[in-house]
T-cell receptor, first 115, second 116 residues
């Protein structure tokens, strides 16, 4: 199983809503990541979890709140988002958080639209 | 500040010919480089990587070359096939122990189209 599964695939939410994006992997990877990708732009790192602890937060606004309940799951809680937060949110995992982020496996992403 | 640059937004190649995708970087802390391929509506898929201690890595039709002094890497695909048509992202990550450890920095991507 070399899959990273993200749900939902598409999400439309209002600016006052609270929603969560979910990510799951069963490859035994101990590093998990959230990336954000706007149209025609490269993916940009948001958060890195290593061994279920937050190790990198790329100055992401607090309306995005990550959570790693266990080594297989990664959530991204969303609250009071702005229309400019509309993007493709990608989850990734890799084998070892203490080594270079090699060969990260990406999920299909959640296409988020904030209205 | 674009630390990883792919200056060609698109590349068009005939089937069977060689595709060469280029990538430049500015951060001398980058130590490991990766290429990802992305189809529409899918996440990026890892293709091939190279460590800074090497200057070439080959995997089937894909070869990555690294020129550290020029801070330049390239991906060669030969022979190119129509199924290779996708967006190709170059990515880089720094040496172990730095504050940005564990972070992939992506280039803007190059759209490769392989014509039958």
């Amino acid at each position: 199983d070399t899959e990273v599964t993200q749900t939902p695939k598409h999400l439309v939410m209002g600016m006052t809503n609270k929603k969560s994006l979910k990510c799951e992997q069963h490859m035994g990877h101990r590093a998990m990541y959230w990336y954000k990708q706007k149209a025609k732009k490269p993916p940009e790192l948001m958060f890195v979890y290593s061994y279920e602890k937050l190790s990198i937060n790329e100055s992401v606004p607090s309306r995005f709140s990550p959570e790693c309940p266990n080594s297989s799951l990664l959530n991204l809680h969303l609250h009071a988002l702005q229309p400019e937060d509309s993007a493709l949110y990608l989850c990734a995992s890799s084998q070892e958080g203490r080594l270079p982020n090699t060969e990260a496996f990406f999920g299909q992403g959640t296409r988020l639209t904030v209205v | 500040d674009q630390q990883v640059k792919q200056n060609s937004p698109s590349l068009s190649v005939q089937e069977g010919r060689i595709s060469i995708l280029n990538c430049d970087y500015t951060n001398s802390m980058f130590d490991y480089f990766l290429w990802y391929k992305k189809y529409p509506a899918e996440g990026p898929t890892f293709l091939i990587s190279i460590s800074s201690i090497k200057d070439k890595n080959e995997d089937g039709r894909f070869t990555v070359f690294l020129n550290k002094s020029a801070k330049h890497l390239s991906l060669h695909i030969v022979p190119s096939q129509p199924g290779d048509s996708a967006v190709y992202f170059c990515a880089a990550t720094p040496r172990a122990g730095g504050t940005s450890y564990g972070k992939l920095t992506f280039g803007q991507g190059t759209i490769l189209t392989v014509h039958p």
